[in-house]
């Protein structure tokens, strides 16, 4: 295992790096769940954000355990998702992208200004005591012990992948599935469209507020700046460029765009640049993303050609 | 069965329907005939729920349905087929069956989390279901085939086997042989009898007047929204003002 | 047939004239109606029309593309930095007259949205990839123009240098205000900041004309409406796409410039806040509408320029979205839309 991990933070994928890599996994799981279901929504960003100030202010403010305070920190991104989910999947395609965007922004502007909201609310009800600091504005909230693991990841993603391959073969998939092809004609079928979109953005909502909540707990700081309308498109181009005609294509997305810039740092400078090219490359290149199953097959083909070159050089070469 | 009263819908300033009154009685097959444009599609959509009526009212089986959302509607036991084929292009044929008999079924994500007895039945028996239809429809061999990959004339016998699939009382199906060969159409003929011999009750929207000669009790005629006849085959096809509707169409065409 | 149209098209200039004069109402009045004192609120009406103009301006060309493809071009706001650049560089390093930086930016914008349609789209289109990768890809092309742009000219803000916009005929600092005194109160504008809006009104309109009354107008609605039709009428989508793309960018471009000229701190990161600002404006507006554009603009500058006067700096991040979440809620297809939009 050491070797390994040496290997790897050779190549600049230390353990947070590692950690960080599966938390942005979760979070590209979140998002397939309503991309199954056909809707367009960007709205993890916020659920993430939820999960995750709610549970670190559990852990840092009233000194809650980290695993209860990361569940509370779901539930609560699941609750918002309710009355947010039933107008909002109305609307479709880049209406309820542009939505949810919008949803984003507010929670995240609503987190940046807690405070003031609430010395504003405490200055109209004079109300004598001092408003209390939650959110700490800009700055964020700081010293959050690091209580995300590794291990925890890899069951969390072990967790969720089994749920979506049950999801998968299940009524509630092959309902999303269907209203992923015609709404209309799913609906006609007998299937309550509501009430799967809501579900599926809800328990998506969950995901996010989960892999908020461990995120919140990796880098002793979170920041509202973190939870924005470029946090939301970073977690759909992980499922989007992971592929989203399979399960674990978004988990591969979340893993490899994550890796991508750190193995990408000996460029200095150029970082930046090879990695906006390369993520150009693959959605030009790859159109059923990294975990396309014809991809893998056509990988595996030309391994094996490579390889049966190989033995016949190895056999001739043996045999001279 | 289907009860309509004083149905209008209208789309901006078009009247696609106005003042329909219609009634298909339990197990008889009703033919639904107009030129292009009359608003044949436009009444289905409000009968199943996809669309619903301006004003006016349309019960099913006694229960009023003009307001209720498409899903209720076939859970009251409503079909239909479309004119424009829409199947699920990117299941299986056996798949677009099994999701089609949803509400026959009634396992939850945890049944199938934690899979449970009652989703591992179910599952077996909506794919039994399922293969029953295509053996019925003759598609047993391409079960495991796309549908967006089926040829045309076993898109359209999908169709009819997906609606058939929820268990309904009432099918509607909008031009069925659109597409199809003569020895097609006769067998999908040959189809719509069983299922009214099974005890269904039908609507059939179609241009084939050979074949709505042939199944049908009785016509309602269509034209610019309005019920302009209302017959038997004999009595429609001698009425002037159908032959005028018609002829019309072709001197505009 | 005929007058119908003609009772439309009254009816929508009608609605955009009154929606415009609420607006302007609404601006001016807001303060009293919160009751907080702040100084000369007809100054705040200044400043919304002209910061409003360059927002407006930009979003016009995320309105084009999106009309004529129906997808959101997010390097847009990266084409606007780059214009802003092209002109405030061009100045600093080859010392080229101010007046050439707005037709230098328009013509360096239009040929990187040429380029970005080249390499983010044209491959996806080809291919009829859904929408989403779209939005991905053009995503990528943003990150590549910025990191671009941070080698090039590195990240300590840039400026057109003061010497410079003293070349201009009238003295364009801030510090010279006109003073237009109307119906008793006191319009306080600076030089540089009408000369913004003339601009941004300018090309505006010459965008209107050239998109309604126009031949190649004519064939980028067709292509609009229905590519396969536009195919059949032997016009070339594809040249469409191009033009659409090269006029975004040099609107981009030109938004870029004059934006310069109002704010002394161009970064490569100037477009980011832009593009989901832009976002807001179209929506509001009505997604794919020129009017809408212009009027999305003036209204998202209104919240800003009023929330920070009235004291509550942060409503003047939060009101914008909140109108585009209601906006998409109860009027998707936006105040001036006639879009029909799909709705379950
Ligand atoms: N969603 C809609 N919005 C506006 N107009 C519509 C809509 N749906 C149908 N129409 C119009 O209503 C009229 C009736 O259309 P409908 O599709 O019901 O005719 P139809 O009898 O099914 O014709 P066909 O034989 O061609 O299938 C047509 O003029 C059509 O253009
Ligand atoms: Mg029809």
């Known amino acids: 295992m050491g070797f390994v991990s040496d290997a790897l933070a050779s190549i600049g994928l230390n353990e947070f790096v590692i950690t960080l890599m599966f938390v942005n996994a979760i979070l590209a799981m979140s998002i397939y769940l309503t991309l199954y279901g056909g809707m367009f929504s960007l709205a993890n960003a916020g659920f993430m954000a939820i999960g995750s100030y709610v549970s670190v202010i559990l852990t840092q403010n009233h000194d809650w355990p980290f695993l209860p305070a990361i569940l509370v920190g779901m539930v609560a991104a699941g609750l918002i998702a309710i009355p947010i989910g039933l107008p909002v999947l109305r609307l479709r395609d880049i209406y309820l992208a542009i939505a949810t965007i919008g949803f984003v922004e507010i929670t995240r502007i609503m987190i940046l200004n807690f405070d003031k909201i609430i010395a504003e609310v405490y200055t109209r009800l004079h109300m004598e005591s001092e408003p209390p600091k939650i959110t700490n504005g800009p700055l964020g909230i700081t010293g959050i012990p690091v209580e995300t693991k590794l291990e925890y990841l890899i069951v969390t993603v072990i967790i969720l992948s089994y749920f979506m391959i049950r999801m998968h073969r299940s009524r509630f998939g092959r309902a999303l599935a269907a209203i992923r092809q015609d709404e209309n004609v799913a609906a006609s079928q007998g299937i309550n469209v509501v009430y799967y979109k809501n579900a599926a953005f809800i328990l998506g909502a969950m995901m996010a507020g989960l892999g908020g909540g461990f995120s919140g707990h990796l880098s002793r700081i979170i920041q509202p700046g973190s939870y924005g309308f470029g946090t939301a498109v970073d977690i759909l181009a992980y499922s989007v460029l992971g592929g989203i005609s399979s399960w674990y294509g978004p988990i591969l997305g979340g893993l490899a765009l994550t890796a991508l810039p750190e193995v990408l740092r000996p460029l200095k400078e150029y970082t930046g640049l090879i990695n906006g090219v390369v993520l150009l490359i693959f959605i030009a290149y790859l159109p059923g993303g990294l975990g396309d199953p014809a991809l893998w097959r056509s990988v595996r083909k030309t391994a094996g050609r490579i390889v049966n070159f190989i033995n016949k050089g190895k056999t001739a070469n043996a045999g001279a | 069965m289907l009860v309509l009263k004083h149905v209008y819908r209208q789309f901006g300033g078009l009247m696609a329907l106005q003042n329909i009154a219609m009634h298909i009685p339990a197990g008889q097959i009703v033919g639904l005939i107009g030129p292009n444009g009359a608003g044949k599609t436009t009444l289905i959509n409000c009968m199943t729920g996809l669309d619903h009526p301006t004003a006016g009212e349309i019960e099913f089986g006694g229960t009023p349905i003009q307001k209720k959302p498409a899903h209720r509607i076939t859970a009251l036991g409503m079909a ?28 939850n994500l945890i049944d199938s989390l934690i899979q449970t007895p009652r989703h591992r039945r179910e599952n077996e028996r909506l794919r039994e279901n399922g293969l029953q ?11 495991a085939v796309l549908a967006g990959n089926l040829p045309y004339g076993d898109q359209r016998r999908l169709e009819m086997a997906r609606a058939l699939a929820t268990n309904p009382k009432l099918i509607l199906l909008d031009e069925p042989t ?32 050979s074949l709505i000669a042939q199944v049908c009790d009785e016509i309602y005629v269509l034209n610019f929204g309005q019920i302009i006849a209302h017959g038997t085959h004999q009595e429609i096809k001698n009425n002037p003002v159908v032959v005028e509707a018609y002829l019309g169409q072709e001197e505009g065409e | 047939m005929q007058a119908s149209n003609l009772v439309l098209k009254l009816k929508s200039v009608a609605i955009t004239a009154l929606v415009m004069l609420g607006i302007a109402l609404f601006a001016y009045e807001l303060p009293d109606i919160l009751d ?25 060309g995320y309105a084009l593309v999106f009309s004529i493809l129906g997808v959101l071009n997010l390097s847009h706001s990266a084409v606007f930095m780059w214009g802003g650049y092209i002109g405030v560089m061009s100045v600093i390093r080859y010392d080229v007259p101010i007046y050439y930086t707005l037709p230098l930016a328009m013509l360096g914008g239009g040929i990187i949205g040429v380029l970005v349609d080249l390499i983010a789209f044209a491959p996806l289109r080809r291919r009829n990839a859904p929408r989403i990768s779209q939005l991905i890809s053009s995503l990528g092309a943003s990150a590549v123009l910025v990191n671009l742009a941070q080698l090039e000219f590195g990240t300590s803000p840039e400026r057109f240098p003061r010497t410079t916009l003293k ?47 126009t031949k190649t107008g004519k064939a980028m609605r067709v292509v609009a409406f229905n590519q396969k039709v536009a195919g059949l009428l032997s016009i070339s989508v594809g040249g469409i796409f191009r033009l659409t793309f090269f006029l975004a960018g040099a609107l981009a471009g030109a938004a870029g410039v004059l934006y310069a000229l109002a704010y002394p701190s161009l970064t490569p990161f100037t477009g980011d806040e832009m593009a989901l600002k832009g976002l807001t404006v179209i929506v509001l507006g009505g997604l794919g509408s020129i009017r809408g554009a212009v009027l999305g603009g003036l209204l998202v500058a209104a919240f800003e320029v009023y929330a920070t006067a009235i004291g509550y700096s942060w409503l003047k991040d939060a009101l914008p979205f909140v109108a585009l979440f209601l906006i998409l809620l109860f009027r998707p297809q936006g105040l001036l839309g006639e879009a029909t939009v799909k709705r379950a």
């Open chain 3, 36 to 60: 907080k004192k702040v100084l000369s609120p007809e100054q705040h009406l200044t400043t919304v029309i002209w910061v409003g103009s360059v927002y407006s301006l930009f979003a016009l």
């Open chain 2, 178 to 209: 659109a597409g199809m060969n003569p020895v097609e159409t006769a067998e999908l003929g040959e189809q719509i009898l069983r299922m009214k011999a099974e005890g269904k009750t039908l609507m059939v929207v179609e241009h084939d007047m």
């Open chain 2, 133 to 143: 239809l295509l053996k019925r429809f003759h598609l047993e061999q391409n079960a």
């Open chain 2, 80 to 107: 239909r087929t479309y004119q424009n084929i829409r199947l699920f292009g990117e299941m299986t044929v056996l798949e677009n069956l099994v999701v089609a008999q949803h509400g026959l079924g009634k396992a």
């Open chain 3, 167 to 213: 070349e201009l005929p009238y003295e364009a600092t801030v510090a010279r205000p006109y003073t237009i005194d109307w119906l008793g109160a006191e319009f306080r504008i600076t030089p540089l900041q009408v000369s913004i809006v003339v601009i941004a009104f300018a090309l505006m309109l010459l965008l209107q004309y050239l998109v309604a009354r």
